[in-house]
């Protein structure tokens, strides 16, 4: 979500956050037909910003840490239950994607699962999707099309609510 292939610092996830925030917060977006994506865009990259930003502190890496603009959904992120990778599979590490209707992609490479998080917290699991596709959709210049190209049509699914 926020563009991040890694982040070592809260500075260079705070770099990589802010503009982000002030291109899709609500307010800029206030009386205009993009409002409600701003809502669910922002929603988004403060989630990601807050599970990003526990977890430089967990790794020792957050000090002096800012608070996210206007983030209503930080505090969950704090909570036990949402600072989980967010997938059924509690073994698969989630990966926040550039912005597009997809939030994040986790995949669990032993059983072949390939979990996409949709903005609106809706979660598909894909099975039996090798590696490489795997590979191409992280490298992909936008998830969404990949995922709609290469993974939709061609993989068995299941829906999960997060």
Known sequence: MLGLRSVRTVDELTAAYRPLILQ???DRHHGQETHAVA????????DAYAFLLA??????HGEHAPAPAEAPSAARAASPAAARDGFPDDSVLEIFVKPS??????????????????VGHRIYRYRGVPAAVVEAL???????????????????SEMHRA
Do not use: M, Q
């Open 55 to 60: 977890a430089l502190e967990r790794d020792g």
């Open 138 to 156: 992280l490298r992909a210049p936008s998830a969404a099309t990949f995922v709609s190209a290469h993974v939709d049509r061609h993989y068995e």
């Open 39 to 46: 809502v669910e865009r922002a929603t988004a990259i403060n």
């Open 101 to 118: 209707n997809i939030i994040s992609v986790g995949y669990n490479s032993a059983t072949e699962d390939l979990f996409v998080k949709y």
């Open 24 to 26: 899709w917060h609500p």
